[in-house]
């Protein structure tokens, strides 16, 4: 089965510095990746996603991420953060099964930003 | 934006009391989800179906139970709840398929059984 590692659970980080959430996996099979947002009180956003192509994919609000197969990472990435972007931060692998997609969830990244 | 809907948002019982979450998605997505989120967690799969009259039980157990009447509609019923079933729950509905397919959430009923 596979399994998602968010390194972090917690990172403060100063508004307008920038911040980068770390997101493992585990498969060596091909998988989709995904990055979701979860401001309180609502549900999961998608912020992006890698699916084919292109390593560096740019999502909303400013966000991109890069994958790199070699070292099973999918790291999330903004230049500048604002007090806005204060949320929880979930890393999704969607593999590929006969009977349909399964995904896969981190336990989340809480991203403070600090006036 | 994705069109779905979670009913309660918030939702306080008593032990033993039989309950029902709504959830609605107004997409036309065959595939929804429901899952299961505490504090510190990763989200975990409790239930899904893949089209009307279609329900499978998730990688996570649970006591609950779901049905798919309709292509929009995808409650889950807990007969007898516990203090054990507090948590939150969210909803998501997927289309596309293979590589394409994506999640859309609802905003989640967070459950407190006292």
């Known amino acids: 089965a596979q399994s998602v590692t968010q390194l972090d659970s917690q990172v403060p980080v100063f508004e307008e510095a920038p911040v980068e959430l770390r997101c493992n996996y585990s498969?060596?099979?091909?998988?989709?990746l995904f990055w979701y947002v979860q401001y309180p009180n609502q549900g999961l956003q998608l912020l992006l996603k890698?699916?084919?192509?292109?390593?560096l994919v740019k999502g909303i609000n400013g966000f991109e991420a890069e994958f790199n197969k070699s070292q099973t990472s999918f790291h999330l990435r903004k230049p500048s953060v604002h007090i806005s972007d204060t949320a929880e931060y979930f890393c999704a692998v969607s593999e590929i099964r006969n009977t349909g997609n399964q995904f896969y969830f981190g336990t989340g990244t809480s991203l403070t930003v600090i006036p | 934006e994705a069109d779905i809907y979670q009913t309660p948002r918030y939702l306080v019982i008593g032990t033993g009391k039989k309950i029902t979450l709504e959830c609605s998605q107004t997409?036309?997505?065959?595939?929804m989800y429901w899952y299961q989120q505490d504090p510190g967690m990763e989200l975990h799969l409790i239930h899904y179906?893949?089209?009307?009259?279609?329900?499978e039980k998730g990688d996570l157990s649970s006591e609950s139970t779901v049905s798919r009447i309709r292509t929009e509609h995808f409650p889950l019923t807990l007969e007898s709840a516990r203090p054990s079933h507090t948590s939150q729950y969210l909803c998501?509905?997927?289309?596309?398929?293979?590589?394409?397919?994506?999640?859309?959430f609802g905003p989640g009923t967070r459950l407190l059984v006292l």
């Open positions: 498969s060596s099979v091909s998988v989709y």
């Open positions: 179906s893949y089209g009307v009259n279609s329900t």
């Open positions: 997409m036309g997505h065959d595939k």
């Open positions: 890698y699916l084919s192509g292109s390593t």
């Open positions: 998501a509905s997927s289309e596309g398929t293979g590589g394409w397919e994506t999640q859309y």
